[in-house]
Structure formats: structure tokens, C-alpha cells
């Protein structure tokens, strides 16, 4: 729960100091590819997380990697977050700081847990229904988990609708054990 808590909060602060200067869409390419990079290759999160190297070795190369492809204030952001020691954060602080973009142009995204797969005619239905209750455009992200048995689990920024069958299950179940019999 500390990585969510971190990562709302360095997403915020940056996410209201890009606002401030107006980069929002140049944060959202830059950070978006920093997320990819680091996402997909540990080695830079690995490195600024090593306690054998020095903060000023740490700073030096990020300076250096990150001085000709991120705007400065990004990469000060970086150094915030080695000097903080929250680098290991990294991909959970831009995940976030990227749907607080998405959610300030409207876009929401949204996850859909299934036991099965959805054909195009109830995702279409699901996306037109979330559509409705959250307005903006729904970006769909689809999982498959064969424990929930039927129904579905909605997960959105602050809010999960459970709806599966292994939920109503143990509702079931918890309801017939506070029961008395006499």
C-alpha cells in the first residue's frame, strides 16, 4: 500500500507543477516513453537504487542519460526522487502521473476483470454504460481470471464494483454463518 501512497503523491506534485507551467502534453510524451523505458528494462531503476553508488555518481548519470531527452524539470524530478530515496517508485509514480493526464483530458481508464472473455457486443455495452457514468472517452483494459467464475470486477481510479460470482459467493457465505439455528 506505500508504493500507491508514494506514487500518488510524487505524481501530484508533479502533475500540479506541470499544469502550472503549461507542459502537460510535452510531461505526457516524455514521461510516457521514460515509463515504457523503465517498465521494460530494470537496469536504470537497478543502478539509481544501488546502495554502492554514491548520490553524486547517481545524479551525474542521470544528468548525462537524461539531460538531452527530458526537460529539465523532469529530470529534476528524477534527482528529487534519488535524493529521496523513492526511485524504485519510478514506474508506479509515472503510471499515475500518466492517468492524472488522461483523466484531466477526459480520457478514464478503466480495467474489466472477466472470467471469460467479453465478445465486442458487451464490451461495447460496458464501455457505453461506464461512458455514461463517468463521462470523457473509457480506455478498456481487459483481464481474464477463471477464479471469479462468471460476472465481472470493474476497477477504476478510486472505485472497484465487484460483480463476480466468487464475490456473491462469499457474501453468500458469510451472510449463512452470522445465521443463528435454533
Known amino acids: 500500500m506505500i508504493v500507491q501512497e508514494v506514487a500518488k503523491k510524487y505524481a501530484h506534485a508533479l502533475f500540479l507543477s506541470v499544469k502550472d507551467r503549461g507542459l502537460i502534453d510535452k510531461a505526457y510524451d516524455q514521461l510516457e516513453s521514460l515509463h515504457d523505458l523503465v517498465v521494460g528494462d530494470r537496469t536504470l531503476l537497478n543502478f539509481v537504487g544501488s546502495p554502492r553508488i554514491s548520490g553524486d555518481e547517481k545524479a551525474a548519470f542521470i544528468r548525462k542519460v537524461f539531460a538531452e531527452r527530458l526537460d529539465v524539470l523532469f529530470v529534476e524530478f528524477m534527482l528529487v526522487l534519488v535524493r529521496k530515496r523513492r526511485a524504485a517508485y519510478l514506474p508506479e509514480i509515472l503510471d499515475e502521473f500518466i492517468r492524472l493526464v488522461q483523466h484531466h483530458k477526459g480520457i478514464n481508464r478503466v480495467t474489466v476483470i472477466t472470467a471469460i472473455p467479453m465478445d465486442a457486443k458487451e464490451e461495447q455495452n460496458l464501455t457505453g454504460q461506464l461512458a455514461g457514468k463517468l463521462g470523457g472517452t473509457i480506455e478498456l483494459e481487459k483481464k481474464i481470471d477463471a477464479g471469479?467464475?462468471?460476472?465481472?470486477?470493474?476497477?477504476?481510479?478510486?472505485?472497484?464494483?465487484?460483480?463476480?460470482?466468487?464475490?456473491?459467493?462469499?457474501?453468500?457465505?458469510?451472510?449463512?454463518?452470522?445465521?443463528?439455528?435454533y
Not at 470486477?153 to 443463528?180: M, Q, Y
Open 148 to 181: 471469479l467464475l462468471g460476472g465481472a470486477v470493474i476497477v477504476t481510479h478510486d472505485k472497484i464494483v465487484d460483480g463476480s460470482v466468487r464475490h456473491e459467493l462469499e457474501e453468500l457465505r458469510d451472510e449463512l454463518h452470522k445465521l443463528k439455528v
